[in-house]
């Protein structure tokens, strides 16, 4: 119940469609005692010859004196009661699903909001699956909390009147029959107890299903070259099985529930009936008052059974809640600190002071690092996999925050700056260029979202990505599929290159860019991407050594550790680990021995630049053989 208010909250922007449903109701609840009254006057004043009650006297009373008129009008008038009562209805049903599916609607998207800002530290631990689950299929339980509130009233209001009614009626039946009110309570108290555990288990297993289904989704070229669909298939059915089996134990004690109380309150009808017999033999009550207090008896039952069952299936949406707000709950550790500042087209001047870094669960993943880019500088990045070199790069647009250290940019701590506008000034290409699904104009303006389509073909050419995409039958309307489908892995990394010229940052984080492309294809992108770098410091991520190439300085990464430092000349003056990789990146093995007239050739070529020093470049299969 705790979450009762914070879920009130998002009632608010609807307080008026909330106080009309309400009114609505208290009018349906109205009618619903109105009900039976037709019945009782033609059972006892039409039939009999009972007088027709004080009430109704003004309405019908110069009706009164002619039977068959009197039957008329009352017949016509149950009937137009329930066409009002139908009516209502209608109108209700149609305030009450724009409140809950605005409710829903705002809830959700707070939810998605939330998610957006959690830190890439959050997303490393959660399966998508699950917080897909949490964000679109939870969020119902919200507005399904206070529309089941509103019946809940009703109910409670509807129960009151008609109890009220009842005693006018007959006192003792009237008490008789909430003899059952102290089975219900005690029933539903057990049944919660007992049914929150389950509920839990349940939302658990049926969140997994979705995480199952969306990993396959995401992984299905891998599914069909591995021909592993009927692995996926059963390990979805073996896990849909046991969320069905829980499910059904769930259901099953949910319509037992609903039996007990159902049958507490038939026992409790049979009861009122009993004395209520008794009582016409007596000769205290007439057979239409009997008709009247039986079906206030079944309308009594009809609000208890509702209050009963709506507290049972609320547990469904309170533990529903409980995801949704756990989810809202969990605080971005990545966030703005209180005085933060706004940055504006900074000179991209950076540097690391003593960072050490640890990903949750693991060693240390950066130890010590220490260096400094001036603005515009190209500083490349390289050392075995696993070194920590992606780590580094993704330490400066804080995707994740050092445990120890410092990284300033032009000389500001980078956790005193706003955020937002920290990454805006950051342009980063990924080995694996993911698109939106949508035009390629549309993914190209993801860069800058107010560009306009002239902005979009300059960064487009830019990037050498506008003759291929003119040569496309749409051009730049052509739809790219999700994450890109469609499109060519070299294709799709020009258009992520287009889309970092156009958000032109200063700063540009390149990791391992053209790591997955073909050479021909890598030399028109290593030209893109030289215009991109030109004027902007640059961190480039590379493998082969060659496509870093005109850096002014490498940092060579070893186990979590800068190991070397300088320019290319120094490193390979040094001998050590980059001397190394550049040999085994240089060597042909058929002529093996002539990794140091290589290195002379590069260090010495004709431009006397030690940038053009290119080594030759070895297939990825060479470069295992080694
Ligand atoms: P590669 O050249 O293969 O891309 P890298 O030098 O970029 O490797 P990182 O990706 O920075 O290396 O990873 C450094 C270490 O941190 C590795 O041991 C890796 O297993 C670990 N690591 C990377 N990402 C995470 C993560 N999200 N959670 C836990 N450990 C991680």
């Keep these: 119940m705790r979450y009762l208010p914070r879920v009130l909250r998002y009632l608010r922007p609807f307080w008026a469609s909330a106080v009309t449903s309400v009114a609505t109701t208290v009018l349906l609840a109205l009618f619903a005692l109105l009900g039976p009254w037709p019945l009782k006057i033609l059972f006892d004043s039409v039939l009999a010859d009972h007088p027709i009650p004080g009430p109704v006297v003004p309405i019908l009373g110069p009706l009164a004196g002619d039977k068959v008129t009197l039957m008329l009008v009352v017949v016509a008038g149950g009937f137009g009661l329930t066409l009002l009562g139908n009516g209502l209805k209608v109108f209700n049903?149609?305030?009450?699903?724009?409140?809950?599916?605005?409710?829903?609607?705002?809830?959700?998207?707070d939810l998605f909001r939330h998610a957006q800002r959690?830190?890439?530290?959050?997303?490393?631990?959660?399966?998508?699956?699950?917080?897909?689950?949490?964000?679109?299929?939870?969020?119902?339980?919200?507005?399904?909390?206070?529309?089941?509130?509103?019946?809940?009233?009703?109910?409670?209001?509807?129960?009151?009147?008609?109890?009220?009614?009842?005693?006018?009626?007959d006192p003792p039946l009237a008490v008789l029959s909430l003899s059952v009110v102290p089975f219900l309570?005690?029933?539903?108290?057990?049944?919660?107890?007992?049914?929150?555990?389950?509920?839990?288990?349940?939302?658990?297993?049926?969140?997994?299903?979705?995480?199952?289904?969306?990993?396959?989704?995401?992984?299905?070229?891998?599914?069909?070259?591995?021909?592993?669909?009927?692995?996926?298939?059963?390990?979805?059915?073996?896990?849909?099985?046991?969320?069905?089996?829980?499910?059904?134990?769930?259901?099953?004690?949910?319509?037992?529930?609903?039996?007990?109380?159902?049958?507490?309150?038939?026992?409790?009808?049979?009861?009122?009936?009993?004395?209520?017999?008794?009582?016409?033999?007596?000769?205290?009550?007439?057979?239409?008052?009997?008709?009247?207090?039986?079906?206030?008896?079944?309308?009594?039952?009809?609000?208890?059974?509702?209050?009963?069952?709506?507290?049972?299936?609320?547990?469904?949406?309170?533990?529903?809640l409980e995801m949704a707000f756990q989810l809202l709950d969990t605080e971005?550790?990545?966030?703005?600190?209180?005085?933060?500042?706004?940055?504006?087209?900074?000179?991209?001047?950076?540097?690391?002071?003593?960072?050490?870094?640890?990903?949750?669960?693991?060693?240390?993943?950066?130890?010590?690092?220490?260096?400094?880019?001036?603005?515009?500088?190209?500083?490349?990045?390289?050392?075995?996999?696993?070194?920590?070199?992606?780590?580094?790069?993704?330490?400066?647009?804080?995707?994740?925050?050092?445990?120890?250290?410092?990284?300033?940019?032009?000389?500001?701590?980078?956790?005193?700056?706003?955020?937002?506008?920290?990454?805006?000034?950051?342009?980063?290409?990924?080995?694996?260029?993911?698109?939106?699904?949508?035009?390629?104009?549309?993914?190209i303006m993801y860069g800058r979202l107010n560009a306009t389509m002239d902005d979009v073909m300059e960064a487009a050419r830019a990037a050498n990505a506008h003759d291929f995409i003119e040569a496309l039958p749409n051009g730049y309307d052509t739809p790219v599929g999700e994450k890109g489908v469609g499109l060519s892995g070299g294709e799709r990394q020009r258009i992520?290159?287009?889309?970092?010229?156009?958000?032109?940052?200063?700063?540009?984080?390149?990791?391992?860019?053209?790591?997955?492309?073909?050479?021909?294809?890598?030399?028109?992108?290593?030209?893109?991407?030289?215009?991109?770098?030109?004027?902007?410091?640059?961190?480039?991520i590379a493998h082969r050594l060659s496509t870093i190439r005109r850096p002014d300085r490498i940092l060579v990464l070893d186990r979590g550790r800068i190991v070397e430092q300088g320019t290319v000349t120094e490193l390979l003056a040094l001998g050590g680990l980059y001397a190394r990789l550049w040999e085994t990146q240089t060597q042909v093995p058929s002529a093996s021995g002539n990794g140091s007239r290589d290195r002379e050739n590069a260090t010495t070529s004709p431009s006397g630049h030690e940038a053009e020093a290119r080594p030759k470049i070895l297939s990825p299969f060479q470069e295992v053989a080694k």
């Design 93 to 109: 049903s149609y305030v009450e699903t724009r409140l809950s599916q605005g409710m829903v609607l705002n809830f959700r998207s």
């Design 332 to 443: 971005p550790q990545i966030r703005d600190a209180p005085r933060a500042v706004a940055v504006n087209h900074v000179r991209g001047e950076v540097v690391y002071e003593g960072v050490n870094f640890t990903y949750s669960g693991r060693e240390k993943t950066l130890e010590g690092i220490s260096f400094s880019a001036r603005p515009g500088e190209i500083i490349g990045v390289v050392g075995p996999t696993g070194a920590g070199k992606s780590t580094l790069v993704s330490l400066l647009p804080r995707f994740y925050d050092p445990s120890s250290g410092t990284i300033r940019l032009d000389g500001q701590d980078i956790r005193r700056i706003r955020l937002r506008s920290l990454r805006e000034q950051i342009s980063l290409v990924l080995q694996e260029p993911l698109l939106f699904s949508g035009s390629i104009a549309q993914n």
């Design 185 to 320: 309570y005690l029933a539903v108290g057990h049944y919660v107890s007992r049914i929150q555990p389950r509920l839990r288990q349940v939302r658990d297993l049926e969140g997994e299903s979705l995480s199952i289904i969306h990993e396959a989704v995401s992984m299905i070229r891998v599914i069909l070259a591995f021909c592993r669909e009927e692995h996926e298939h059963s390990r979805f059915r073996r896990q849909g099985a046991e969320a069905v089996d829980a499910r059904v134990g769930v259901t099953v004690r949910q319509t037992a529930f609903s039996l007990f109380v159902n049958t507490a309150t038939a026992a409790g009808t049979a009861l009122v009936l009993g004395f209520g017999v008794h009582a016409i033999l007596q000769g205290r009550l007439t057979a239409g008052e009997l008709l009247v207090v039986l079906s206030y008896v079944a309308s009594i039952y009809k609000p208890l059974e509702t209050i009963s069952n709506t507290i049972g299936s609320l547990q469904e949406r309170f533990i529903a």
């Design 496 to 540: 992520s290159v287009a889309r970092a010229f156009l958000k032109d940052a200063p700063i540009l984080v390149l990791d391992e860019p053209t790591s997955s492309i073909d050479s021909r294809t890598e030399e028109v992108i290593l030209d893109a991407l030289d215009r991109l770098m030109s004027g902007r410091t640059t961190f480039m």
């Design 118 to 169: 959690l830190s890439l530290a959050y997303h490393d631990r959660r399966r998508s699956g699950t917080l897909i689950f949490a964000i679109n299929f939870q969020a119902n339980s919200a507005s399904g909390l206070v529309m089941a509130l509103l019946p809940l009233a009703q109910s409670a209001l509807t129960l009151v009147g008609m109890f009220w009614i009842t005693y006018t009626l």
